[in-house]
C-alpha cells in the first residue's frame, strides 16, 4: 500500500494473469509492524502519526481503483469494495490517528459512489462493526 506504482504493477500483473479483474477488495492492515506506524489518542495526534496512517490507509485505494477502472468501465461491470474499521463511523479513542484516515477513505470512497463516470461499476465502502 505504501508503494502504489507496485500496487498498480501488481493489480495489471493479476488481470493479465487471470484475464481481468471483476471485484476489486481494498483492505490494508498490518500483519508486522510498519516502521513510523503509530497509534494515537486524538490528543496526541500529529501531523506526523495522521500522515503515516493516511499513507498506509487511504493513499493506496485511488491508486489501485486507478488500476482496475479503465478494464471495469470496458467490460460495462466490476466491483471495488474499500473496508475500514468501525471507527471511521463510530470513533474509537484509542485509534484517533486511524479513525480519521479510515474516515477520510470512507468519505472518498462515498464521494466515488456518487461520481457517475464509474459508469457499471459498482464502488463500495464497507466498515467493520464495533
Not at 490528543?43 to 479503465?70: F, I, K, W
Amino acid at each position: 500500500m505504501l508503494d502504489r506504482p507496485s500496487l498498480a504493477a501488481a493489480l495489471d500483473a493479476a488481470a493479465e494473469r487471470f484475464g481481468g479483474i471483476d471485484v476489486l477488495e481494498y483492505s490494508p492492515a498490518p500483519h508486522a509492524p510498519v516502521p513510523g506506524h503509530t497509534l494515537a489518542v486524538p490528543t496526541e495526534v500529529t501531523a506526523d502519526n495522521l500522515q503515516s496512517q493516511l499513507e498506509y490507509l487511504v493513499y493506496g485505494a485511488p491508486a489501485a481503483a486507478r488500476a482496475v477502472l479503465p478494464a471495469m468501465r470496458q467490460a460495462g461491470a466490476g466491483t471495488l469494495l474499500f473496508t475500514t474499521g468501525g471507527g471511521s463511523v463510530h470513533p474509537i479513542a484509542m485509534l484517533g490517528n486511524v479513525n480519521a484516515a479510515a474516515a477520510a477513505l470512507r468519505n472518498w470512497d462515498l464521494h466515488e459512489r456518487r461520481d457517475q463516470s464509474c459508469g457499471s461499476c459498482w464502488p463500495s465502502c464497507s466498515a467493520s462493526p464495533e
